[in-house]
């Protein structure tokens, strides 16, 4: 079982950046690929970024290569998603995400994924 809890949304304008945190609760957070995703109402859930349990390739959505970066620190049971040169569609519910899954299809498919945080809001402003 793991538990996530994501924190460091907020109110940003165009062109600044957050760092999203996301605390997993669990001693089996290294094992697990971790994911972001983000929904807008009566959207469906989009991916953003994913990585591995042990790192190496990481996979980003167009929408964001470039400006968002994925990072963990297992020691800390923690992921990141560090987001540069927002824009006002990057507005949505940010949420972590923890799974299993193989190559960029894999990645980027909700389902996928076996435990998902509570979400925190991201509002840019132009």
């Known amino acids: 079982q793991v538990q996530l809890v994501e924190s460091g949304g907020g109110l940003v304008q165009a062109g600044g950046s957050l760092r999203l945190s996301c605390a997993a609760s669990?001693?089996?957070?290294?094992?697990?690929?971790m994911g972001w995703f983000r929904q807008t109402p009566g959207k469906e859930r989009e991916f953003v970024a994913a990585m591995y349990s042990s790192g190496g390739t990481k996979y980003y959505a167009d929408s964001v290569k470039g400006r968002f970066t994925i990072s963990r620190d297992n020691a800390k049971n923690t992921v990141y998603l560090q987001m540069n040169s927002l824009k006002p569609e990057d507005t949505a519910v940010y949420y972590c995400a923890a799974g299993h899954f193989l190559g960029t299809v894999g990645a980027g498919t909700p389902s996928q994924y076996n435990y998902w945080g509570q979400g925190t809001q991201v509002t840019v402003s132009s």
């Open positions: 669990g001693r089996t957070f290294s094992t697990y690929g």
